[in-house]
């Protein structure tokens, strides 16, 4: 028998794969398309549309709430998901259900509580935030308005400006246009969120250079405290975040995406449970003076 020798063979070379980029550590609900392009929500800039209707019989806090309720869900991955937030049938349901614990949080504990400890602010701000507002039956329907109203404008800014909005899918010119190299609902995006932060920090300035300080008497110490520690928390479990991200692999880009999404909801949880210390301070103070 010959023995058939087969031609010597070049041991084969493996290409090494090339590492995943690291992805910021996001909620679940997070949409891919915002981690993969790199984008970090303006939620807080949806609360422009607030400012028009200062006028209106419908509370503004209502309507900037409202506008802010559909994005939710990227920072409170228990809600519905992100399509159905984004939905007509989702205004009235899960974004009005949302609007109204944000709201009724806002006006019945962190603002009373906050409102007269904050430094630099409680100068300034009205003496009728220290208090909890009294609701009656008139004010249901403007309250529910103003929520959806709020939700309604999110619902039609997105449908212009993301890439799976309706107004994008039913308007072909608008989905494929593109301004040097940049999709055009991105761009249009990109612009109105940065238009509309610098709308609100235009209108913040104004407040403050009109809004006249009054005399207030001293804090205590545990009311200076508060404000300290939540600020303290707040800065380290950013700080925290950003580091997981940069040891992972991450860069610049990604360490400003995670903090978007996870430094919102901390800082909505200190708020709370600062107000909840607070008013129970101020409680007992009440009964020891009683």
């Known amino acids: 028998m010959y023995s058939i020798r087969r031609p010597c063979q070049e041991p084969r070379t493996r290409t090494p794969r090339r590492a995943a980029p690291a992805r910021p550590l996001l909620p679940p ?46 920072f409170a991955p228990v809600l519905p998901p992100y399509t159905a937030a984004h939905s007509w049938w989702g205004v009235p349901t899960i974004d009005l259900a949302v609007s109204l614990v944000v709201l009724a949080a806002w006006w019945f504990l962190v603002r009373p509580a906050w409102a007269p400890v904050v ?33 309604v404008t999110h619902v039609v800014r997105d449908g212009c400006t993301h890439e799976s909005g309706f107004v994008v899918l039913a308007w072909p010119a608008l989905r494929d246009a593109s301004v ?28 403050w250079r009109r809004a006249r300080p009054r005399s207030t008497g001293p804090l205590r110490p545990v009311q200076v405290a508060v404000p300290v520690v939540a600020l303290a928390v707040v800065v380290a479990v950013s700080l925290v975040v950003a580091a997981r991200v940069l040891l992972a692999g991450g860069g610049v880009g990604a360490t400003v995406t995670a903090l978007a999404f996870r430094v919102p909801p901390l800082v909505a949880v200190v708020l709370l449970v600062g107000a909840v210390v607070l008013l129970a301070l101020r409680r007992r103070d009440v009964a020891g003076t009683v």
Do not use: N
């Open 29 to 74: 609900a997070v949409p891919r398309a915002l981690v993969d392009d790199g984008r970090v929500p303006f939620t807080v800039s949806h609360a422009v549309v607030a400012l028009g209707v200062r006028r209106l019989p419908v509370p503004v806090a209502a309507v900037a709430v409202g506008s802010m309720a559909p994005d939710a869900v990227l």
């Open 119 to 151: 430094p630099g602010l409680r100068r300034r701000l009205p003496t009728t935030w220290e208090r909890r507002p009294v609701l009656g039956r008139r004010d249901v329907l403007p309250v529910v308005l103003g929520c959806v109203a709020g939700s």
């Open 180 to 207: 040097g190299g940049r999709p055009l609902p991105f761009l249009l995006q990109d612009l109105s969120s940065v238009l509309g932060l610098l709308a609100l920090l235009a209108a913040a300035a104004v407040w």
